[in-house]
T-cell receptor
Framework: GENVEQHPSTLSVQEGDSAVIKCTYS??????FPWYKQELGKRPQLIID?????GEKKDQRIAVTLNKTAKHFSLHITETQPEDSAVYFC????????????FGSGTQLTVLP | EPEVTQTPSHQVTQMGQEVILRCVPI?????FYWYRQILGQKVEFLVS????????KSEIFDDQFSVERPDGSNFTLKIRSTKLEDSAMYFC??????????FGEGSRLTVL
């Protein structure tokens, strides 16, 4: 089955700096890669996703890049703000419409004011 | 904005007792899921459900677990005989054909 590795496990940045979180996956059939933000005690919320036919996707301060050859994808947050502080999870899915997501282990991002 | 809703938000039970967690998926979604998250760990897939049957399940989803869609709106997860290690946050999720998963707020299960 799919295995997703995520690094780093913790990340502290100064407000205004950029943050980068990286994930690798094992199943070359995976074709959908979402990123979720989870605040303490809350549900995971989708912040951005990318499909295997695209190499990069941006949404305001958030971008995701995908390298299918190397089987890794990354989340980039620019101009970080204290409210970006949360746990971020990457995930991968090789299913069709049914989304059996395999999650990474999470990154605790702390944005220092 | 439509949401996945879950009840109860927190349930405390004794080891060996049966527990039923309830979910109301988003109304026009066709795929339903249960995930769990042990405190401080990653989210883990349990089961997916489509067209009134299980489509995929993980190794975690053993004979102690079952899912049901008893009517047109509810989707339930039953744990027959709870164990200490079943203590976790259980998230229900649903998706349409586009595949984006929407998670509920979760049901925290504490097994004593």
């Amino acid at each position: 089955g799919e295995n997703v590795e995520q690094h780093p496990s913790t990340l502290s940045v100064q407000e205004g700096d950029s943050a980068v979180i990286k994930c690798t996956y094992s199943d070359s059939a995976s074709n959908y890669f979402p990123w979720y933000k989870q605040e303490l005690g809350k549900r995971p919320q989708l912040i951005i996703d990318i499909r295997s036919n695209v190499g990069e996707k941006k949404d305001q301060r958030i971008a995701v890049t995908l390298n299918k050859t190397a089987k890794h994808f990354s989340l980039h947050i620019t101009e970080t703000q204290p409210e970006d502080s949360a746990v971020y999870f990457c995930a991968a899915s090789s299913s069709g419409s049914a989304r059996q997501l395999t999650f990474g282990s999470g990154t605790q991002l702390t944005v220092l004011p | 904005e439509p949401e996945v809703t879950q009840t109860p938000s927190h349930q405390v039970t004794q080891m060996g007792q049966e527990v039923i967690l309830r979910c109301v998926p988003i109304s026009n979604h066709l795929y339903f899921y249960w995930y769990r998250q042990i405190l401080g760990q990653k989210v883990e897939f349990l089961v997916s459900f489509y067209n009134n049957e299980i489509s995929e399940k993980s190794e975690i989803f053993d004979d102690q677990f079952s899912v049901e869609r008893p009517d047109g709106s509810n989707f339930t997860l039953k744990i027959r005989s709870t164990k200490l290690e079943d203590s976790a946050m259980y998230f229900c999720a649903s998706s349409s054909d586009t595949g984006e998963l929407f998670f509920g707020e979760g049901s925290r299960l504490t097994v004593l």
